[in-house]
């Protein structure tokens, strides 16, 4: 149990394009989803929370109009980069948690965003 | 703000050795520690997570410790097989219910 997806796998895109990622909770509900990028040897590093129903919360330094994170139920997740430049290239990772585990994090595998 | 360390970048160990790989962090003792396991091009699986109050755990050939006075987590791997080979992650969360914070993995290679 408590697998979460992640579509496309990954993307190649032109720069100014937007491209949308989608996160799923395949057999259990996610109150609460996260979003993180991961550079090549670097940590994961949170850009923001999001929780079915209302806005998502962004860390510090991440633009919300350029990611554009939807909650829209218990089981979906959608983060669109808008306006893709080189620079956003990244392994983009969803993880999702189950309201009734405290503290466990089920992470999907990733998407390979490369903006040429 | 929590800042993560853990050993090295890389640990080469033979099979069938112990690995232990370190993680020590510099602010607020957490509510829960993780590891996770991550292989190239993958997101992390979640391995074992230990509360605040609790020394140790296993799970099969896996054990962590949790020294809150030295504000350090140990995670061994006894009789290493080459399958073991991956980046593994450290993660605290500080309440249970708030965000994970990552350290950036050791690289564990397990020779035949």
């Given at each position: 149990g408590a697998v979460v997806s992640q579509h496309p796998s990954w993307v190649i895109c032109k720069s100014g394009t937007s491209v949308k990622i989608e996160c799923r909770s395949l057999d259990f509900q996610a109150t609460t989803m996260f979003w993180y990028r991961q550079f090549p040897k670097q940590s994961l590093m949170l850009m923001a929370t999001s929780n079915e129903g209302s806005k998502a919360t962004y860390e510090q330094g991440v633009e919300k109009d350029k990611f554009l994170i939807n909650h829209a139920s218990l089981t979906l997740s959608t983060l669109t980069v808008t306006s893709?430049?080189?620079?956003?290239?990244s392994f983009y990772i969803c993880s999702a948690r189950e309201s009734t585990l405290l503290g466990s994090q089920y992470f999907g595998p990733g998407t390979r965003l490369l903006v040429l | 703000s929590q800042k993560i360390e853990q050993n090295s970048e890389a640990l080469n160990i033979q099979e069938g050795k112990t690995a232990t790989l370190t993680c020590n962090y510099t602010n607020y003792s957490p509510a829960y520690l993780q590891w996770y396991r991550q292989d190239p091009g993958r997101g992390p699986v979640f391995l074992l997570l230990i509360r605040e109050n609790e020394k140790e755990k296993r799970k099969e050939r896996l054990k962590v410790t949790f020294d809150t006075t030295l504000k350090q987590s140990l995670f061994h791997i006894t009789a290493?097989?080459?399958?073991?080979s991956a980046t593994y992650l450290c993660a605290l969360d500080k309440s249970g219910y708030s965000t994970l914070t990552f350290g950036k993995g050791t690289m564990l290679l397990v020779s035949p």
């Open positions: 893709a430049h080189p620079e956003d290239s | 290493s097989q080459p399958a073991d």
